[in-house]
């Protein structure tokens, strides 16, 4: 049998939220928990629960303190927080088209010169890489991507921008992400994709989900802009394919 795993942390988060930390950096074990913990809860609510929210390594559950407190909540949620982890299951794959540099990803031929390659060499590695959706948060739809190569790892930028396009794809420290909305950002941009992942009045609002996997593929500016106008209409131009 396999051995119970450590207990996380519970951290108070004003008076109707707490958080259950697993690990104060960025893990893959600790986020396996995280997804574990917040499938667990879906599937057996605990009564009080309000709504949960899966991070990189914690899970933010809201609870309505009329209904139960803090230390009831957390000898609740402890026993189930330290079960071994599930069996891996098999998780949706998207392939998600990107047109990478020039206007659409106007860090690329920096983020090459930084990394003594060519901008080639950084669309191929970025494409080749096999990603997991960890979070979704900063604005609807950011997906929080894992899986980056260790080659593309680097520091975010030292003057972030005021405002980055929608459907940016970039990169920043050792995570890529797709950014739905325009938004601030210090990332560095790679390229932008036509996929909403966040799209208000389309089913599913939300494309993607934490568990996730993505790979990218990429497209020429022609082709984005033809994609661009069939999202823009509602369209998951993004490939659902088998794991």
Wanted: with cysteine; charged share 20%.
């Amino acid at each position: 049998m396999a051995a119970t795993l450590p207990p996380p942390r519970l951290l108070p988060s004003g008076d109707s939220a707490v958080t259950v930390e697993f690990s104060r950096t960025i893990d893959e074990n600790a986020n396996q928990r995280v997804l574990a913990l917040d499938k667990a809860l879906a599937a057996s609510p605990i009564d009080g629960i309000t709504e949960t929210v899966p991070t990189y390594r914690s899970l933010l559950v809201h609870y309505d303190p009329e209904k139960i407190g803090f230390d009831a909540l957390g000898e609740k949620i402890l026993p189930i927080a330290t079960r071994p982890l599930p069996p891996v299951t098999k998780a949706r794959r998207w392939r998600i088209p990107v047109a990478y540099g020039g206007e659409h990803g106007i860090d690329l031929e920096d983020v090459a010169k930084a990394l003594n390659t060519t901008p080639d060499d950084i669309i191929a590695r970025h494409a080749g890489g096999d990603y997991k959706v960890a979070m979704i948060g900063f604005t609807p739809g950011w997906s929080y991507l894992s899986g980056l190569d260790k080659s593309l790892h680097m520091s975010r930028r030292q003057n972030p921008r005021l405002l980055t396009p929608a459907g940016t794809i970039s990169i920043g420290g050792i995570q890529a992400g797709i950014q739905c909305l325009a938004a601030p950002s210090g990332w560095h941009l790679l390229g932008r994709t036509p996929v909403r992942t966040y799209q208000l009045h389309r089913k599913p609002t939300f494309l993607t989900e934490p568990g996730d996997r993505v790979t990218f593929f990429a497209i020429d500016h022609k082709t984005f802009a033809d994609l661009d106008r069939a999202a823009e209409a509602g369209e998951i131009v993004a490939e659902q394919v088998d794991a």
